[in-house]
T-cell receptor
Framework: EDQVTQSPEALRLQEGESSSLNCSYT??????LFWYRQDPGKGPEFLFT???AGEEKEKERLKATLTKKESFLHITAPKPEDSATYLC??????????????FGKGTKLTVNP | DSGVTQTPKHLITATGQRVTLRCSPR?????VYWYQQSLDQGLQFLIQ???????AKGNILERFSAQQFPDLHSELNLSSLELGDSALYFC???????????FGPGTRLTVT
């Protein structure tokens, strides 16, 4: 069974204090790993897709990396507007072609001014 | 704005009732997915449709059903509602060949 574990559950940072969020996964055959941002009461907003170990993607203050067992979301010099819950999800190769996402429970990030 | 629309935004109903949630995917997307998000369970996959056909089922209760219409919009029907069905229900869409899914704003269902 595909599983995703995110840590920490919650993270408080001061503005400008860089850190990393972790996503560990077990999947039979990785088709893709996805990072989303979710604000309270809103739908998840797509950030990145990573397909193979060693791949990296960047967007503004965020950088996602992937190894064979985990992914990291690095946040450099965060601002209060980066406060949100960050979700990690995996998509596996399945017989029958399902493209369902299996999500972790997320890391709630709070950035204080 | 992801381009995925969902109606209604909020729904309050009583136990035992039946409701229908509606989703319109992004233009050009053939796959529609339904997810349920509750505080303790996180985001859970319910069901996927691709170009009108059911493609995969997840943790969807027998009281729940869905369909995708020829214009590719989808409806999720929830019946014999229980208190535990209170949650956020999200629809997502994708081209259908893997890759990222784009989520709608969700429908918040409250069962009283």
């Amino acid at each position: 069974e595909d599983q995703v574990t995110q840590s920490p559950e919650a993270l408080r940072l001061q503005e400008g204090e860089s850190s990393s969020l972790n996503c560990s996964y077990t999947v039979s055959g990785l088709r893709g790993l996805f990072w989303y941002r979710q604000d309270p009461g809103k739908g998840p907003e797509f950030l990145f897709t990573l397909y193979s170990a060693g791949e990296e993607k960047e967007k503004e203050r965020l950088k996602a990396t992937l190894t064979k067992k985990e992914s990291f979301l690095h946040i450099t010099a965060p601002k209060p507007e980066d406060s949100a819950t960050y979700l990690c999800a995996v998509q596996a190769w399945h017989q029958g072609g399902s493209e369902k996402l299996v999500f972790g429970k997320g890391t709630k990030l709070t950035v204080n001014p | 704005d992801s381009g995925v629309t969902q109606t209604p935004k909020h729904l309050i109903t009583a136990t035992g009732q039946r409701v229908t949630l509606r989703c319109s995917p992004r233009s050009g997307d053939l796959s529609v997915y339904w997810y349920q998000q509750s505080l303790d369970q996180g985001l859970q996959f319910l069901i996927q449709y691709y170009n009108g056909e059911e493609r995969a089922k997840g943790n969807i209760l027998e009281r729940f059903s869905a369909q995708q219409f020829p214009d590719l919009h989808s409806e999720l029907n929830l019946s014999s509602l229980e208190l535990g069905d209170s949650a956020l229900y999200f629809c997502a869409s994708s081209l259908g060949s893997g890759g990222e899914q784009y989520f709608g704003p969700g429908t918040r269902l409250t069962v009283t």
